[in-house]
């Protein structure tokens, strides 16, 4: 299913949204930052659904090049009164994929830059080829990471590899961004699509059905008191309560 630039594909307890469009590099432009949220909303309507992965859209369904960054013909184009409007567009984009109700795979391949990476740093977890590329070139334009990208860096990088990563605007490769925290891992035969593969199968095998969403509720609630009603459902479920009582019984 397309939903405009964005390319849905929902497989059991898995839903994939792939950046598409006609741009190869898949600039995220006004369309394109339109799209993301009806998409992760189209996603997370089916309660089947446990992970998301988000990645750049090739051929036949495979994983593609992730991003090059914001649209920047269009961005020169723009009055100075849409600012504002196009940064909020930006802001709803990586927020829709932050707070979805299940933990969200980046996989990413070839450049993932400015906008893009603001998108990939609003995932829960991030996979990536020994070729892709990372940074925030907005300095060297004049610009800011305007999506959200200069809240989420801090968290993900701390506070002085985000700045590094911004003031000087370089790019990083894979292994630097694995080394930063950035990646929890680098596929050093640029298959994205088998690093797909064992991850999705990581993140869904002998994992409970609906335990990643209570999980993700944890983890995007308030301190305890989330904690505390978020373990109340678990006991809640009888699917936990099966496996708990097939665990005590040496099943397991």
């Known amino acids: 299913m397309s939903i405009s630039l964005v390319d849905l594909r929902i497989v059991g307890r898995v839903a994939r949204l792939g950046l598409a469009g006609p741009h190869p590099l898949h600039l995220l432009d006004a369309a394109m930052l339109e799209a993301i949220p009806l998409a992760v909303a189209r996603a997370m309507a089916d309660p089947a659904v446990d992970l998301l992965v988000v990645h750049g859209s090739g051929r036949d369904g495979r994983v593609g090049p992730f ?18 409007a196009h940064a909020a567009l930006g802001q709803a984009a990586t927020r829709a994929v932050a707070e979805a109700p299940v933990p969200v795979l980046a996989v990413v391949d070839g450049p ?20 892709a590329v990372f940074g925030y070139p907005a300095a060297q334009r004049g610009l800011i990471p305007a999506f959200g990208g200069t809240r989420r860096a801090p968290v993900v990088l701390g506070a002085s590899r985000a700045a590094e990563l911004a ?4 790019r990083i490769s894979a292994d630097e961004a694995l080394a930063w925290g950035m990646l929890s891992a680098v596929d050093p035969d640029d298959d994205a699509d088998s690093l797909e593969a064992a991850w999705v199968a990581r993140l869904t095998e002998g994992i409970l059905p609906g335990a990643s969403r209570r999980l993700k509720a944890a983890f995007m609630g308030a301190a305890d008191v989330s904690e505390q009603a978020v373990f109340k459902a678990c006991l809640e479920d009888p699917r936990a309560r099966e496996a708990l009582a097939a665990f005590l019984a040496g099943v397991r």
Not at 67 to 82: E, K, N, R, T
Not at 113 to 123: D, M, P, Q, T, Y
Not at 167 to 170: E, S
Request: glycine content about 14%.
């Open 167 to 170: 003031y000087t605007a370089r």
């Open 112 to 131: 993932c830059l400015g906008g893009g990476l603001e998108l990939v740093l609003a995932c829960d977890i991030r996979v990536a080829t020994a070729r």
């Open 67 to 84: 991003s090059a960054g914001a649209d920047l013909a269009g961005i020169a184009a723009m009055p100075v009164g849409d600012a504002e």
